[in-house]
């Protein structure tokens, strides 16, 4: 079992930076690959980034793709979601996911593990 806390969100203007993190309880977290997905209002629940568990092989959505940076630090049990040049668009609530096994995992039913979301509000 798997317990995901996400923090870092807030209200920034268009063309400024967020630091998003998600903090994982459990000693296995080193065996988990991670993923971040965002769900706007009236939306489907989206992909947006993921990492594998060796944190050798990363993957991003195209519409984030060189705009935001996907790390995992094994020893502090934390995943992180740096989002740079934000965009009106990119207003969401932002969810991290946890999955275990290799590889990086880019669909909702790869995760079987979800934290409760953080608010991300981009302003134009």
């Known amino acids: 079992q798997v317990q995901l806390v996400e923090s870092g969100g807030g209200l920034v203007q268009a063309g400024g930076s967020l630091k998003l993190s998600c903090a994982a309880s459990?000693?296995?977290?080193?065996?988990?690959?991670m993923g971040w997905f965002r769900q706007a209002p009236g939306k489907e629940r989206e992909f947006v980034a993921a990492?594998?568990?060796?944190?050798?092989?990363?993957y991003y959505a195209d519409s984030v793709k060189g705009r935001f940076t996907i790390s995992k630090d094994n020893a502090k049990l934390t995943v992180y979601l740096q989002m740079n040049s934000l965009k009106a668009e990119d207003t969401a609530v932002y969810y991290c996911?946890?999955?275990?096994?290799?590889?990086?995992?880019?669909?909702?039913?790869?995760?079987?593990?979800w934290g409760q979301g953080t608010q991300v509000t981009v302003s134009s």
């Open positions: 996911a946890a999955r275990i096994g290799p590889g990086v995992g880019i669909t909702k039913d790869e995760y079987p593990y």
């Open positions: 459990g000693r296995t977290f080193s065996s988990h690959g």
């Open positions: 990492i594998s568990r060796s944190t050798i092989n990363t």
